[in-house]
C-alpha cells in the first residue's frame, strides 16, 4: 500500500509525466474542453426549458421527472448506443454528457423560478412589466443562485463522467485510467481518478466561493 | 374618475367574486373597499388596473375603458401597492421606487432623481436609497411600496391592505402620513382594507362588501355610521358605531372657558402655561391636554378619565387655552349624531 501510495506520488510529480501529447497538461486541457463544452451545450439546452416551465408553469411534471430520469440514465450505455448507431466520432461522448448535464440544469432553475414569493412576481405584474420583462428583470435574477447551482452540479457531475471519452478511444483524463486498466498499470490507473476526483472537488470549492461572492447581498 | 357598471366576476371554480357591481370612485377622493375576507374587495380592485379580468360589465378610468387598453401600460399609469410590499428583494431601495419610470423610459439617471425626491416624500433618509429591501423594517418597506406606487406620479392609486402587516403604532404613523400627502397630492384613491376603524379614518367614502361580491352600501364615513343601510352593515361598523362617528368630528367648534375657580380639583401648568397635572388636596392626576385638531372621541374620552370632568384645551404650542366641560362635549356628540342622521 506504501509502496503504491509513493508511486502515485511519483508519476504525478515527475516532470517527464506533465508534458508532451500524452502529458497530464495536455489531457488535462482536453478533459476541461470536453466538460466545458459539453455543459455549455446542456446549457444552452437546459436553461430555456427550465425557465419557460417556471415561468408559465406549464410542464412542471416534466421538470421535476427529469431530476430522476438523470439520476437512472446508464452514461456509458448511452455512449455505446450513439457510437453504434453514428460511428466513431466526439458526438456519443458528447451526447452522453450533455444528457447527464441537462436534468440537473431544467430541475434547478425550475425551483429556483418557483421560488420567487408569489407577492413579488404580482408586484412585478402591477407595476406594469411586460411577460419578459417580469423574467428576465425579476423571476431571473431573485432564480439565479439556483440556477447557478444546477450549472455547478451539472458541471461537477460532467467533469467526473468525462472519463468515458477515453472509452471510446479519445483523450481527457480517462485516458490513464483505460489505459491503465489495458496496462494492468494500477499506479496509471489510480493518478487519472486522482486527477479527476481533486479536479471536481476544486470546481465545486471554486464555483461556491463565486457563489458566495456574488450573492453576498441576498439573505438566506 | 373610475366607474364600475354592471361588473361581474366568476371564477373559473365557479365562485362569484363580484357580483353586479355598479360604483362610481370619484375624482380626489378616498374610497374605502371594506368587507370579511372573500367578499370580493380585493377582486374588485386588481379588475381596475386589469390584474383580474371582469366576467362582465365595463370598468372606466378617467372615461376609458380599462379592457381596451394595453394592460402594462395602463398598469403604468395606475400605482399600485400591496400588502407585503411585494419589493424587488434585489434591487435597492432606490431602484425599486425608480421601477415604474425606467418602464416607461424615462432614463436611469432621472428615474433615480425622481426615487431619491420620493424617498424624502414618504419620510425616509436619502441613505436608505442604498439600501436592500430586507435590511428595511415593515413600517419602512411600506413606505417604498407607497414611494414606488407614487414614482410616475399617476393619477389614481391602487392600496390593497397596505398596512394589514405593521403593528398597531406603525400603521397609525402611515395612515397619518397618507392623509397627508393625500392633502399635498390629491390623488384618487382605492383602498382595501378589512379594518372598520382604518375605514372610517381614512375614507371620504366607503363601499361595504358582503360575501359572495354583493355591494351592500357606499356613503360618506359620518352617514354609514349615522343610518347603516341594513343589520349587515351595522353588524360589520360593530356596537361602537355610535363612538366611532364620533372620531369624524373635530374639537374645534366646541366652546371654551376659563377653569373655573375654587373647584375641587385644579389644573396646575408649567411658568410657559402649559398643563401639567390635575391636582386636589394630596392627589395628582395626569392631564392629557387636546388641540381644535383632535376628535370629538378624543375629548370624551378625556373627560371621562379627568377627574374634574373637564378637557384641558390647548394651542399649538401646547399652551393652556381653556376648559371644556364634560356637558359640552356630550351636547355636541349628540349634535353630531343629528347631523349625521338629517344630511345626505
Known amino acids: 500500500m506504501y509502496e503504491l501510495i509513493k508511486n502515485l506520488g511519483t508519476w504525478l510529480t515527475s516532470g517527464s509525466q506533465w508534458t508532451g501529447t500524452d502529458g497530464i497538461a495536455h489531457r488535462l486541457a482536453e478533459h476541461l474542453q470536453y466538460s466545458l463544452l459539453a455543459t455549455l451545450v446542456a446549457a444552452a439546452i437546459g436553461l430555456p426549458l427550465g425557465l419557460l416551465i417556471g415561468h408559465t408553469g406549464k410542464g412542471a411534471f416534466l421538470a421535476i421527472n427529469l431530476a430522476s430520469f438523470g439520476r437512472a440514465l446508464p452514461t456509458v450505455g448511452l455512449v455505446v448506443l450513439v457510437f453504434l448507431a453514428g460511428g466513431l466520432s466526439m458526438l456519443p461522448v458528447y451526447v452522453a454528457l450533455v444528457a447527464l448535464a441537462v436534468p440537473a440544469i431544467v430541475t434547478n432553475t425550475y425551483a429556483g423560478m418557483t421560488a420567487v414569493d408569489p407577492d413579488v412576481r404580482d408586484a412585478a405584474r402591477g407595476q406594469g412589466m411586460r411577460g419578459h420583462q417580469v423574467l428576465f428583470q425579476v423571476e431571473l435574477p431573485l432564480a439565479l443562485p439556483l440556477i447557478m447551482t444546477g450549472l455547478r452540479l451539472a458541471l461537477i457531475q460532467v467533469v467526473a463522467t468525462a472519463t468515458i471519452a477515453a472509452y471510446v478511444s479519445f483523450g481527457g483524463l480517462g485516458r490513464y485510467v483505460f489505459d491503465g486498466l489495458a496496462q494492468r498499470d494500477l499506479v496509471q490507473v489510480l493518478g487519472g481518478a486522482v486527477l479527476v476526483a481533486v479536479i471536481a472537488v476544486a470546481l465545486d470549492l471554486l464555483l461556491s466561493a463565486l457563489q458566495r461572492f456574488l450573492f453576498r447581498h441576498r439573505t438566506a | ?344
Not at chain 2, 388596473?49 to 395606475?78: C, F, H, W, Y
Not at chain 2, 343601510?229 to 363612538?243: C, I, K, Q, S, Y
Open chain 2, 1 to 344: 374618475m373610475i366607474q364600475f357598471d354592471a361588473v361581474h366576476k366568476r371564477f373559473p371554480n365557479g365562485t362569484t367574486a363580484v357580483h353586479d357591481l355598479t360604483l362610481d370612485m370619484p375624482e380626489g377622493g378616498v374610497t374605502v373597499l371594506v368587507g370579511s375576507s372573500g367578499c370580493g374587495k380585493t377582486t374588485t380592485l386588481r379588475m381596475i388596473n386589469r390584474m383580474v379580468e371582469p366576467t362582465s360589465g365595463t370598468i372606466k378610468v378617467g372615461g376609458k375603458d380599462v379592457t381596451r387598453q394595453d394592460a402594462a401600460e395602463l398598469r403604468r399609469s395606475i400605482g399600485y401597492v400591496i400588502q407585503q410590499s411585494g419589493l424587488f428583494p434585489h434591487r435597492t431601495v432606490l431602484d425599486n421606487i425608480a421601477t415604474v419610470p425606467l418602464l416607461l423610459g424615462h432614463g436611469r439617471k432621472r428615474a433615480r432623481a425622481r426615487a431619491a425626491e420620493l424617498l424624502e416624500t414618504v419620510g425616509l433618509t436619502a441613505e436608505s436609497g442604498k439600501r436592500y429591501p430586507h435590511q428595511l423594517s415593515g413600517g419602512q418597506q411600506q413606505r417604498v411600496g407607497v414611494a414606488r406606487a407614487l414614482a410616475a406620479d399617476p393619477p389614481v392609486l391602487l392600496m390593497d391592505e397596505p398596512f394589514g402587516a405593521v403593528d398597531p403604532v406603525v400603521r397609525t404613523q402611515l395612515q397619518d402620513e397618507l392623509l397627508r400627502l393625500q392633502k399635498e397630492l390629491n390623488k384618487t384613491i382605492v383602498f382595501v382594507t378589512h379594518d372598520v376603524d382604518e375605514a372610517v379614518r381614512l375614507g371620504d367614502r366607503i363601499a361595504i362588501f358582503r360575501t359572495g361580491g354583493h355591494l351592500v352600501q357606499c356613503a360618506p364615513p359620518a352617514e354609514l355610521l349615522a343610518r347603516p343601510a341594513d343589520d349587515f352593515v351595522a353588524d360589520f361598523l360593530g356596537a361602537e358605531r355610535g363612538l366611532k362617528l364620533l372620531s369624524l368630528k373635530t374639537l374645534a367648534e366646541v366652546p371654551q372657558g376659563p377653569a373655573p375657580e375654587g373647584a375641587a380639583w385644579s389644573l396646575v401648568c408649567d411658568a410657559a402655561g402649559r398643563p401639567l397635572h390635575w391636582a386636589a388636596d394630596d392627589a395628582e392626576v395626569p392631564v392629557r391636554p387636546l388641540k381644535d385638531g383632535d376628535s370629538l372621541l378624543a375629548a370624551l374620552d378625556e373627560s371621562v378619565a379627568s377627574p374634574a370632568g373637564l378637557v384641558a384645551r390647548v394651542d399649538a404650542d401646547g399652551v393652556l387655552t381653556g376648559v371644556t366641560s364634560r356637558n359640552d362635549i356630550h351636547r355636541h356628540a349628540g349634535r353630531a349624531h343629528t347631523e349625521a342622521r338629517v344630511a345626505a
